[in-house]
């Protein structure tokens, strides 16, 4: 257990700096508060969507519909039982881990873009049912829910939704340290290789699918009883779209990679909403450009970029031998002829 | 043409794809008596666009491995460039070839959109990526999608552009339904088309280097095709077909910068239904589509139109993974 | 008329090809030998520019096409037939013999070809309109052949042409090849089956865990102990 946590000395460095960054000015600001919770939960989703896109290699692109799903669940509890929020945010965990739970088992025999998109589909159907069963749901006029605190200030929310972030993450990583993160990483590289090698891929997959969707819902939670009102749009494809940037620019398989790109994410997206609102809509036409500019030339994200930088440093001598002794890869071993054979 | 007629029987010696069509055929009918024919003849117009929209799509993934989420927004480019255009056209409204002008202007708009993207990004990264082609281009092109419809809005702003009708003349009568005109002139568009593609993929010289292209690159590159260029032509062709519909579809709908999303649903529950990559399969899974939601619409309620069919797909791929149509989908696909 | 010089080739940070040189002039038979993994598949490739070589020269009627990309140099005039066919299965014989001759513009001379492959391998005319997916594994070799000669290249190299096959077909096959050469065509040709590829070219190289360790005519060869040893399994 300490080595667990003395392995994530840097963790706590991060965790330090966002929990007196709201106390400091110009973050002491209510809209940068206010930015900063957007932050830590859309840190938080990117978290649980890169524990599956990111070991299993299956991209949930029905995530929001999940979410979505435990706000809805958490809302009506409270509303209907008077259960404390804290207490029917499980209902959430609950209502998403058995829709996670399903999911995995449905697109057990899909791979790649085949799961995805029946995730997709699967998400997309939860969506029109909430939007259509208007008398649970009050549809698209939405639903009022109640929230945290009395209070106007942001603060106390972010403090929350930090915790629960850093309770996904060590949660989270600490499942991938494990024998299962293992397993993880094997039936996302090749299914067949690793039911060889004698891991259950049925049982793998429909556990990441069910953790991932928890603490989704989890946190879907968090965000009905922290906007106070919840409309369908929350479990739109847009939405996954979102976690989805985070998860692929910070860069896929490293959990914290996501978690650290939400934040810059989110304050230049705002940053341009509200200093440029003259000009609606560029705020996202610059989110998808670095999306797309960041697919093409850096695939790895900005996990692979801070490795790169850390591994250079450590080993520059080794990486000038290699180099010497062969010529670059890349550029001049291009294999053109094997893309498909 | 005995190819397409080999393969369709191999296909009907499947029972659940036996099944599937009785099915479609007794929804049809079931339709047809207790709602009326109206239902048959909106379910041929929807879904010969959604089939044109739906097979671009089904080309893009086959010969170049990219599963295209925007797709719909080449519509969109196809509804505005032809909401521009026929606005433009203004003076001379009211000739009967200003329709036909103004969607083969979309569909140069869009063709030339779809060439300058491919160029842009996926040729860029053809040169880069060794592993994970399907799902990077794949989150690749949410991105395009994102910049796509934000562009839109930025620059034309989000209300609805759109045109009463292309045609005011009388509607025409089919089997006891009125048509309107426009209606009339979307599916003969649509036919058009589609046979013009099934043509140019069967017969040409640029379909066969094409088909080539998708059915082993290294041995496209060995008998001397442009293996990059053919790559351009597929998404520059496919990107036109969607603008096309869209143009086509101004009537119903308008231009405004989400407009896309629809036809991209639909032309992925097509796709998914007919399998990946199979272009014939998405033309006629794209009249089931449209025939399943009709029905939808009209027994069940039309806030049930989107519900209905991605649940029943999920569970038809819960049978079928590869689709109704498609075969072994071969592993490169599953990356 | 193909001249490699010092030519370094590999994938990633593995290099296959160690600075091979070797020649083909007009109108010969040469053959490239040696065990698997030796990198003659790698040549090929680096010659019909399916891979890129790292290093080194290939020249082509004199003029360097080393990184050249595969359709550019398939259009100068040099057919490859691929250890795997790389075939269009989806397509009738007919269709993958018509992309053979994809940048052929005169429809008079590709009907020319189609009638020379059709006499060269009448099985092919009779399987004219069966998918190339269903055909057997003599059947496709021949195809590829087919599709290769249709581009009507002046160089043709040939990967492995007897793999998979029985003997009677092998033989065929080399007779088919000896045939092209003896009408002028220039062949380079990958084999394994070094006894009777031997009593067919006109010279050889052997190739061994990248480097060229022998070379010269046929008979020198078929002479060589080390030949004898490692490849004809003559017991000294
Ligand atoms: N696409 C590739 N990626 C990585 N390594 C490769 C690739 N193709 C070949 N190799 C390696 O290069 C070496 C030489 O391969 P090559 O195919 O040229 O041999 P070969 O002489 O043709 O053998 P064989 O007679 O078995 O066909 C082998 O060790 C092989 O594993
Ligand atoms: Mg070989």
């Known amino acids: 257990m300490t080595a667990f946590l003395w392995r994530r000395r840097g963790l706590g460095v991060a965790l330090l700096a966002l929990a007196v960054l709201p106390l400091v000015p110009p973050f002491d600001a209510e809209n940068f508060r206010r930015w900063l919770v957007i932050s830590a939960l859309l840190a938080g989703w990117a978290i649980a969507f890169d524990f ?61 873009i085949y799961a995805a998109v029946a995730a997709w589909f699967l998400g997309l159907a939860l969506l029109g049912i909430t939007r259509n069963v208007s008398p649970i749901t009050r549809g698209p006029l939405g639903l009022i829910v109640p929230t945290f605190f009395s209070t106007d200030s942001n603060l106390p929310y972010y403090y929350v939704v930090l915790a629960m972030m850093l309770v996904t993450y060590l949660v989270l990583k600490a499942v991938t340290e494990s024998r299962a993160g293992l397993a993880f990483r094997a039936i996302g590289q090749n299914m067949e290789a690793a039911r060889a090698s004698g891991v259950n891929p049925t049982r793998y997959r429909i556990l990441n699918f069910t953790l991932s969707c ?60 509200s200093n440029l609102d003259r000009f609606p809509g560029l705020d996202l036409v610059v989110y998808g450009l670095a999306l797309i500019l960041v697919m093409v030339y850096y695939p790895g994200g900005f996990a692979e970029l801070v490795h790169a930088i850390r591994d250079r440093r450590l080993r520059l001598p080794g990486l000038r031998m290699r180099t010497a002794a062969a010529p670059q890869p890349g550029e001049a071993g291009a294999v053109l002829s094997d893309v498909r054979e | 043409m005995s190819l397409a007629v080999q393969r369709l029987s191999r296909e009907f010696r499947s029972p ?6 009785a099915g479609v055929l007794a929804l049809a009918i079931f339709g047809v008596v207790r709602g009326g024919t109206f239902i048959l003849v909106d379910s041929l117009v929807t879904g010969a666009i959604w089939a044109l929209v739906a097979a671009g799509l089904a080309l893009t993934f086959g010969v170049m491995g990219v599963p295209n989420f925007a797709q719909g927004e080449f519509f969109m480019v196809g509804t505005l460039s032809g909401y521009l255009v026929y606005t433009a056209l203004s003076g001379v409204q009211g000739r009967p070839y200003v329709p036909f002008v103004t969607i083969l202007m979309a569909l140069v708009v869009g063709f030339v959109l779809g060439a300058l ?47 009463v009708a292309y045609f005011d003349g009388p509607p025409i009568h ?24 099934w043509w140019l993929l069967s017969y040409s010289r640029i379909g066969r280097a094409i088909r080539a292209v998708s059915q082993d690159e290294p041995g496209a590159l060995m008998v001397g095709i442009n293996v990059g260029r053919m790559r351009t032509l597929t998404f520059a062709i496919s990107s036109g077909l969607a603008a096309l519909a869209g143009a086509t579809l101004l009537f119903q709908f308008p231009s405004f910068p989400f407009v896309g999303v629809k036809p991209l649903y639909v032309a992925w529950t097509v796709v998914i239904l007919a399998g990946l990559g199979n272009v014939g399969g998405a033309v006629v899974a794209g009249f089931i589509i449209a025939l399943l939601e009709a029905n939808t619409g009209f027994f069940i309620g039309s806030a049930w139109e989107d519900v209905v069919p991605f649940a029943l797909i999920v569970l038809i791929l819960a049978v079928r993974p590869t689709g109704l149509f498609g075969r072994a989908v071969r592993s490169v696909w599953e990356q | 008329m193909l001249r490699v010089t010092e030519l370094d080739a590999g994938y990633g940070f593995l290099r296959v090809v160690h600075g091979i040189s070797l020649q083909v002039n007009q109108g010969e038979l040469v053959a490239l030998l040696g065990p698997n993994g030796a990198g003659k598949s790698t040549t090929l490739k680096c010659i019909a520019g399916l891979v890129r070589p790292w290093k080194g020269d290939i020249a082509f009627r004199g003029h360097s096409i080393g990184g050249l990309r595969g359709d550019l140099v398939n259009g ?14 989806g397509m009738t014989v007919y269709e993958n013999l018509l992309m053979g001759a994809y940048s052929v513009p005169e429809a008079e001379k590709r009907r020319r070809s189609l009638d020379f492959v059709f006499s060269l391998f009448p099985r092919l005319a009779e399987r004219r309109p069966q998918l190339a997916g269903t055909l057997s594994g003599g059947e496709r070799k021949m195809l590829a052949i087919g599709r290769a000669l249709m581009g009507g290249p002046s160089l043709l190299l040939v990967d492995e042409p007897s793999l998979g096959l029985a003997p009677k077909l092998t033989q065929q096959v080399f007779d088919a090849l000896r045939k092209l050469s003896d009408d002028g065509l220039t062949i380079l040709l990958v084999e394994q089956n ?20 022998l070379e010269g005519s046929a008979q020198k060869l078929s002479e060589s102990e080390h030949v004898k040893d490692v490849y004809l399994g003559v017991m000294a």
């Open chain 1, 214 to 273: 928890m603490f989704a819902g989890w946190l879907g939670a968090f965000y009905a009883h922290y906007y106070a009102i919840l409309t369908p749009d929350v479990m739109a494809t847009s939405q996954t779209v979102q976690v989805l940037v985070a998860a692929y620019l910070g860069g896929r398989g490293s959990l914290w990679g996501p978690a650290a790109a939400a934040f810059p994410l989110v304050f230049s997206t705002e940053w341009l909403r």
């Open chain 3, 76 to 89: 100068l005039g040099i057919g490859l037939v691929s250890e795997s066919l790389n075939l269009f299965t």
């Open chain 1, 52 to 112: 599956t896109a990111g070991y299993i290699n299956v991209v949930n692109f029905g995530f929001a519909a999940f979410a979505g799903a435990g706000g809805y669940a958490s809302a009506l509890v409270t509303i209907h039982y008077g259960l404390p929020i804290w207490v029917s945010m499980f209902a959430g965990v609950i209502l998403a881990g058995i829709l996670g739970f399903l999911t995995g088992v449905l697109t057990l025999r899909f791979r790649g």
């Open chain 2, 174 to 197: 089919v089997l006891g339904v009125s048509v309107a005109l426009d209606r009339v002139f979307a599916i003969s568009v649509a036919a058009v088309s589609i046979a013009g593609l």
């Open chain 2, 16 to 21: 659940v794809t036996t099944g599937l069509i």
């Open chain 3, 194 to 213: 070094v006894t009777a590829t031997l009593e067919m070219v006109d010279r050889a190289y052997v190739l061994e865990q990248g480097e060229i360790v």
């Open chain 2, 117 to 163: 993207v491919d160029l842009a990004v996926f040729s860029q990264m053809r040169r880069r990526i060794r592993e994970g082609w399907v799902m990077n281009t794949f989150v690749v092109t949410v991105g395009i999608s994102v910049v796509m419809i934000n562009a839109h809005q930025l620059i034309w702003g989000t209300d609805y552009k759109g045109i």
